[in-house]
């Protein structure tokens, strides 16, 4: 298979997977608040981060257990107040009500700090984007690693801002409190399995 076509299926493998950048896109979209501004922003992020992967940074990254450490605990509790933040939204009700629960829209510089730290301060989407993407690229040619960089930033750009879109497709079928309910529900619970599980490897290691 072409370098730049198994870029795009490993890409797309790895994020297509429920997590944090996937949940912050997807309630954007559904709440039409700067939803294309939030794929923008990850997939910016997951350019940058995958470029570093592909051109060796991952490695460098990989035998610096301070660094892992202090990005692991980072991600955590960025992960942890995220998903209290969703499960009260859940409890108090969210969606187009969200005005009267006195929850003000994001603006521009909110969305893309969020969109920044769900991509930096998560573990497991740098140990996708730099480490796994990384090592997949190093026994290919110069060449061969352009056409693989370029298929797996595709993957990550058509993913964010499809699931962008097809949050704004879907707020018609969200108008019910309930349905954002369970909505905030699944985001909180996702944020916190996975600071818990960031939390779980340390103790492993």
Do not use: K
Request: net charge positive; glycine share 16%.
């Amino acid at each position: 298979m072409p370098p730049f076509f198994r870029g795009l299926l490993l890409g797309l493998s790895l994020i297509v997977a429920i997590g944090p950048q996937n949940a912050f896109v997807l309630r954007a979209g559904l709440t039409r608040q700067r939803a294309l501004l939030s794929a923008l922003a990850c997939a910016l992020c997951d350019t940058a981060l995958i470029a570093a992967g592909v051109l060796g940074v991952g490695g460098l990254l990989a035998r610096s257990p301070g660094l892992v450490l202090a990005g692991t605990l980072g991600g955590a509790a960025f992960l942890t107040w995220y998903g209290l933040r969703a499960l009260r939204s859940a409890w108090v009700g969210g969606g187009p009500g969200l005005e009267a629960t006195g929850e003000a829209p994001l603006t521009a510089r909110q969305v893309i700090g969020t969109a920044v730290g769900f991509s930096l301060l998560n573990p497991h989407a740098l140990l996708d984007t730099v480490v796994l993407i990384g090592g997949a690229s190093a026994g290919l040619g110069t060449g061969a690693r352009l056409a693989f960089l370029g298929g797996t930033v595709l993957a990550s750009w058509l993913w964010f801002f499809a699931l962008a879109l097809a949050g704004r497709t879907l707020a018609p079928l969200m108008a019910r409190p309930q349905a954002w309910r369970v909505l905030d529900t699944l985001i909180g619970v996702t944020l916190l399995l996975t600071a818990a599980g960031l939390l779980l490897g340390l103790r492993g290691q």
